[in-house]
């Protein structure tokens, strides 16, 4: 941390222009202590990490301190003087007494107060979940930064969520996720993050040099590429068509066991399965396998022109053994209702099934099970293009820039 308390009560700040002459000169004569337990803690001057204190013993504080890598003290302290530099009123290692709870960066902006977790390492679930409980109560809104060591790219539009990144991930427009790199000195903005399997997600993602972003660049809506969406989604299906038998040997027999009963080749199983959607986030089961369930297992039980209402479906999902949903403390707990939905349309769009109200469908046709690679090739792309569309419908895909500090405040959760 760079903030400590002195013998005389005063706070001394490390980010505050201090010559290392000096800080060695206090160090000899005085004893230092944290604003938050009152223990001692030492000043470190080394040449490895940024100068910081320490506690003697990090579990003795009140305030579960992230162990402070140099990488994260370095990425601190450019966010404080970067959020400095915005004219944003910043506070760093702000203590909130009421809810014992210290953010790495407290940024004031109108009358709004943002919490900064600059979050370098994994943190539990639970843990996440008490911070932002302790921030709403207190009416303060949140941003996550993650660092910039988390971000783990699969080339170029791919990259890997852990189940602790997807907890940090917010909604602007599209679902994002943050991070900021020292070492880079820059941000990483990943929207969309679109997942093709459990932690694989599509994510178009743009760099924001430190010197050259404001604030609200980082959170105004980018344009993302529906071509090249496009082109990475078929690949990829490809790919998993050819090679999924190896995947499935990973544990997902019920989908193989789904494709036997129904006498479906494994190469060509529909192309209705495995489609993009909005808000496909909202599912951990690969996106195939939930999708599947609902074309193969639930609507092939029904008969062409037979009535079903949506409610069936949710419940469907909901209580599937094999569908589970995916922790996202800041996105609406109906989100997941809200992918089966935008599936349903998909449905509709292809003509398989008809909406007739706004709750109620009836099937039209059986899916497609195609017989030649060509065949599964032209519908693959042909449902692909269908969903896209429904994605263009959803996101601004032509990316206008809107103002979301002023306008649109639910960016920062
Ligand atoms: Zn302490």
């Known amino acids: 941390m760079f903030v400590a308390k002195r013998e005389n009560g005063e706070e001394i ?16 004569n005085e004893r230092f202590f944290c604003p938050i337990c009152h223990l001692e ?30 990488y ?4 601190k302290e450019q966010l404080y003087t970067w959020f400095q530099s915005q004219g944003c009123s910043v506070n760093i290692e702000h203590y909130l007494p009421a809810i014992q709870q210290r953010p790495d960066l407290f940024v004031a902006i109108g009358n709004r107060q943002i919490a900064i977790e600059y979050q370098c390492a994994s943190l539990s679930a639970e843990q996440l979940l008490k911070r932002t409980e302790g921030y709403w109560k207190e009416g303060i809104q949140i941003l996550w930064i993650l660092g910039g060591n988390q971000l783990k790219r699969h080339g170029a539009y791919w990259l890997s969520l852990s189940s602790f990144h997807s907890c940090c991930v917010q909604y602007h427009s599209n679902p994002y996720l943050l991070y900021f790199c020292p070492d880079a ?49 078929m690949n990829k299906k490809q790919r998993f068509r050819a090679n999924s038998i190896h995947m499935w040997k990973q544990g997902e027999r019920s989908f193989l066991e ?73 996105l609406p707990g109906v989100f997941w209702k809200q992918a089966v939905r935008e599936y349903m349309q998909f449905l509709c769009v292809i003509g398989e099934i008809e909406q007739v109200d706004v709750y109620k469908y009836r099937k039209i046709r059986c ?47």
């Open 258 to 330: 789904l494709l036997y009963e129904n006498c479906i080749s494994l190469s060509c199983f529909p192309a209705e399965i495995g489609v993009p959607l909005p808000s496909l986030l909202a599912f951990r089961t690969h996106s195939f396998i939930w999708q599947a369930y609902i074309l193969i297992e639930l609507l092939g039980k029904f008969a062409v022109g037979e009535y079903f209402s949506l409610y069936t479906v949710f419940q469907y999902v909901e209580r599937h053994w094999g569908i589970r949903r995916r922790l996202l403390p800041y």
């Open 185 to 233: 000195k820059a941000f990483f903005k990943c929207n969309l993050l679109l997942p093709f399997s459990s932690s694989i997600v599509f994510s178009h993602a743009i760099y924001f040099p430190l010197q050259i972003t404001t604030f609200k660049n980082i959170l105004t809506t980018s344009p993302i590429s529906i071509e090249r969406l496009e082109k990475e989604w």
């Open 41 to 70: 803690v030492q000043l470190k001057l080394g040449k490895q990490k940024q100068w910081h204190f320490a506690h003697k013993k990090s579990h003795s504080c009140k305030v579960e301190f992230e162990n402070e890598s140099a």
């Open 367 to 413: 899916f497609i099970i195609s017989k030649t690679e060509e065949e599964v090739q032209k519908f693959d792309r042909l449902f692909l293009r269908e969903a896209l569309r429904l994605m263009e419908a959803k996101y601004n895909m032509s990316g206008g820039k809107t103002d979301i500090i002023e306008r649109y405040p639910e960016g920062i959760t």
């Open 13 to 28: 700040h490390l980010l505050h222009g201090w010559k290392e002459k000096q800080l060695m000169m206090l160090r000899k």
């Open 72 to 75: 994260h003290l370095r990425g």
